[in-house]
Every structure is written in C-alpha cells, then in structure tokens.
C-alpha cells in the first residue's frame, strides 16, 4: 500500500497526527487537509518539513 502517517513535530518530538493518509492537499497558507484511505479527513496547518516515502512516514512542523 501507498498510504503514509502524518506527525507533528513539536520540540523535537513526533508526534502522530493520522494513519493511513491517501491524499495530503494543500488548502491555503499553511493549511492541510489529510484524507484517510477510508475518506476520513483532518485540517492541520504547519509547514511541510519531510516526506520519508519510503518509511511512509510524512512530518510537519508547527507555523511559527
């Protein structure tokens, strides 16, 4: 599967925000929207810090 979790990292900490993103699309400045595999969805605002696809791991940091 292609799906990734999305963390946070907050002080040198990760931590997870969703499981099983399908679709990560930006919405405005700053601004997520994360759809799950199973059409859940979250807003979060942050930047884009890294994308370990291979991990299936994607970590945002929070706007300043």
């Known amino acids: 599967m292609c799906e990734a979790n ?6 040198g900490v ?3 925000v969703m499981e099983s ?7 405005a ?3 997520w929207r994360l759809v799950g595999i199973f059409g ?3 807003i979060i ?4 810090k890294a994308m370990k ?7 945002f ?3 300043r």
Request: hydrophobic share 35%; aromatic share 2%; net charge negative.
């Open 61 to 63: 940091i929070p706007e």
């Open 21 to 27: 993103v399908d679709l990560l699309e930006p919405e």
């Open 45 to 48: 605002r942050g930047r884009l």
């Open 29 to 31: 400045d700053g601004v």
């Open 14 to 16: 990760e931590e997870l």
């Open 53 to 59: 696809l291979v991990d299936h791991r994607i970590v």
């Open 6 to 11: 999305v963390y946070m990292e907050k002080n």
């Open 40 to 42: 859940d969805q979250k």
